[in-house]
Every structure is written in C-alpha cells, then in structure tokens.
C-alpha cells in the first residue's frame, strides 16, 4: 500500500473546518463554566469535556499545518471574560456536556462515513467514540443525580401486526387520532429536550447581550422555542402521557456578559441550522397529519430565523466563511 499521502477532499475540509469552530466556542463555554463549579463529578466531567476540545484543536491544526491550509480563526480567549460572574447556576454544567456531546455523536457518526484519508478518518472516528464515551458519563451521571427525564414507557405489546389493506391503512395512519406510534414519540421527546436546553441557553443569554438588535433576535428565538415546546407537549397531554419537563433551569441574574456577542450569535445559529436536521428526520418519521403539517411549518420558520441571524452576523463582519471553490466565472473575467 503506498504511502503517499493525497491532498484533503472538500468533505475533509469541511469537516474539519467546522468541528475547528465548534470546538472552539466549546472551549470557552466550559472555561467558563469550569471557573465556578466545585471539585465534584460535574467539574470532572466540564473538565473532560474542555481537554477533549482543545486536543481536536491541536490535531486539525496540526492537519492544517501540514497542509499548508489556512488554520481558521473560530473562537479564542478574545470571546471570553474569565472575570464576569458566573451565568448558569447548579446542575446546567451538565445539562451542557449531555446535550453537546449528544449533537457530537450524531454529527461525528455523519462526517466519518465522508472521510477518504486515513488520517482524517482516523480523526473522526476517535471524535465518534470520544464524544459517545463523554455522553454515556454525562447521561449516567444525570440518571444518578436524579436530573435525567426518561421518554415516555409504553405497555409491551403481546403480538406483531402487519398492516394488510392499503387504503384503510393510509386513512389511519395520517389521521391524527389515531395513537402515536414509538418513533413519533421519540422525535417529540427529543425535540422538546433540546428546545429545552436552547430556551436555557436563550434565557441567560438575553439578560447579558447589549445589542438590541441582537436581543429581539433572541427573544424571537426563545418564543419559536417555547412554540415547539407547547406544542409538542400538548400533543402528548392529549394522548393521555406524561409531558416531557424541563431540568437544570437555574441561571444567575447577572447582566455581565462572560462570552462576546460574537460567540453568541454564532451559537445560536450554529444550533438554530442542527435544530433544522433534527426536524427535518422527525418529519421523515413522521405520518401523522397534524404532526406533519407542524414540522413542516416549523421548518420554515426556523430557515427564515436562520436567514436573520445570518444577516445579522454578516452585517457585523462576525461571519467566518467556510473555505470554498473558486469562482470560475469571476476568473475568467
């Protein structure tokens, strides 16, 4: 097998580019939280959640090094004030490594399967497995402190049906009374649990940003989260289950900012463009009516959101464009 090393595909780019950014503005998150926690199995676990972030750094820049590619700048110590009080109280440090380390594992298990060389694929597959083993202390941990809310419990059903006529099949099964079926109640059960942590992260960031602009933005984000939430949890009060609740809710009062409105921004949209993932597999498991018409709606919404905060970060020059193809056109001019 030759040892001659190709040059990095434009998935490999962007896979790489991407986690740089995200990873970076990881970092300071956990900075931040790390500096007020108490020594304890949270502290440990925000702890091993930062070193994991800064060795991925090192090793893409080492890539990028190599590759004489330019390192992106993604976030640093700049979009960070170690001196403001702490935001998020109590057990939310966890709820942050849970949820991040969750969207890792989906986003990780996703690039892999993209990566051609050996190095780079090497790099996500430890990126998988890492994230995977720091999600599994997370949610065992949150089982054990009691902060963990379970999906829904269904009664075993005695045998298997098979679904025999197509046309009283399809009457039924887009009907929306009809029960709803366990991969709908999995979509919604996750759907809410993450518009929970982003109505935290919403929260607490609208107390602390200064830029009104901004600051409608977030308020309009947090209602579109609210929206879901309301939604999704009457559905299931209708079906006679228990509504999914939110956990590690406490934030401080402060009003100093600990991260720039940079980092911010950029959050929010990062985590606005994975909610759109997420909805649309929701969607494609999904044969309700009134489920279906509701994440489609809510897909539209959440792009027209998205394009705000887009103009928002260009307007300010916040945007970091992801590395691209030439223009072609504009060369041959």
Request: charged share 25%; proline share 5%.
């Amino acid at each position: 097998m030759s040892d001659h090393m190709v040059g990095l595909t434009a998935p490999e780019i962007g896979g790489l580019w991407s986690t740089y950014i995200s990873e970076s503005m990881s970092i300071c998150m956990s900075k931040h939280m790390l500096k007020y926690l108490d020594e304890g199995d949270i502290k440990s676990i925000v702890s091993d959640s930062l070193n994991l972030s800064e060795s991925r750094l090192k090793e893409i820049r080492d890539i990028f090094t190599k590759e004489k590619f330019p390192i992106p700048t993604g976030f640093t110590d700049d979009d960070l004030d170690l001196s403001a009080p702490n935001l998020f109280l109590n057990y939310f440090p966890l709820s942050f490594v849970y949820s991040m380390s969750s969207l890792s594992v989906d986003s990780f298990a996703w690039r892999v399967t993209g990566m051609a060389r050996e190095d780079v694929r090497m790099f996500f597959s430890n990126c998988l497995n890492s994230s995977y083993e720091l999600f599994d202390k997370a949610i065992r941990l949150s089982i054990h402190m009691g902060t963990y809310d379970r999906p829904a419990f269904i009664p075993y059903p005695d045998h298997v049906e098979f679904l025999t006529q197509r046309e009283p099949f399809l009457s039924k099964f887009f009907e929306s009374e009809r029960p709803l079926n366990v991969l709908e109640l999995t979509e919604i059960f996750f759907t809410i649990e993450r518009n929970y942590f982003g109505l935290i992260l919403l929260t607490g960031f609208i107390q602390i940003v200064k830029d009104e602009e901004i600051k409608k933005y977030l308020i309009k984000g947090k209602e579109l989260t609210k929206k879901q939430i309301v939604f999704l949890n009457n559905i299931l009060m209708k079906e006679d289950l228990p509504q999914v609740s939110m956990v590690n809710t406490e934030i401080s009062t402060s009003t100093i900012s600990p991260f720039s409105e940079k980092l911010i921004l950029n959050l929010v949209t990062i985590l606005n463009s994975t909610s759109l993932t997420f909805l649309g597999h929701a969607l494609s498991a999904t044969a309700r009516f009134d489920l279906t018409m509701e994440y489609s709606k809510l897909i539209i919404e959440i792009m027209q959101y998205g394009k705000k905060g887009m103009d928002l970060l260009i307007d300010r020059k916040w945007f970091e464009e992801p590395p691209h193809a030439p223009n072609r056109k504009k060369l041959a001019e």
